[in-house]
């Protein structure tokens, strides 16, 4: 009777703590939140961030916008150069000893003048805006200014012969690389003119310097 008392007491007992550990594990159960919810909750929040931190592609300019400044550069340094030259050679119309020099002056104005319309018809064509440079005397010009006679006219003719061969380099080699068929056109205009203007120079240098030797 014991055995069996005591065997009934002890099953019993495992039953109720049995129950006990599923009641608890029930209250356990629906005391944790879903797994997946400050997951899903989380993810929209960390969109914008990553959104706004993304950097913006570098701008990156046109080939034609390229193309333009290169033709509105080239157009400012010839435009810059006829106006030098329209200058100096205005000038030796008045100071110049011979009238070989005089005579050389002259047609120096009137080809740069020239010239000159040809870039501001190009200029306006192709849209590039060219500034007319501030009118300030260099040395060179203030040197020439003061000078007088034989000594006028080598300088004279010294200076437009380097002026010519240093443009013409330029032009070469901007030529070359030029994109735009009209300022391609308007160099292949200009050169002769600049060549002639050179060796023009360097035939009246030689000849002041053989009269110079003889005297």
Known sequence: MHIHENLRASRQFLLAALVAAALTGCSTSREQPPANTNTAAAQPAAQPTTQETKAEPARVPSPEASSKKTSASILAQIHQADLKEIA????????????????????????????DQMVLATAQKTGAHLR??????????????SASGAQFDRMFL??????????????????????????????????????????????????????????
């Open 88 to 115: 100096i050679g205005k000038m030796a119309e008045e100071k110049a000893s011979t009238d070989e020099v005089r005579s050389y002056a002259d047609q120096l104005v009137k080809d740069h003048t020239n010239a």
């Open 158 to 215: 010294e200076q437009t012969s380097a002026d010519h061969k240093k443009l013409m380099s330029e032009l070469q080699q901007e030529r070359e690389d030029a994109s735009d068929d009209d300022i391609e056109a308007l160099i292949d205009k200009i050169m002769p003119i600049l060549q002639q203007h050179h060796d023009l120079a360097q035939i009246l240098l030689k000849k002041e310097q053989a009269q110079t030797a003889r005297s």
């Open 132 to 145: 007319t440079p501030a009118t300030a005397r260099s040395k060179t010009d203030q040197k020439l200014s």
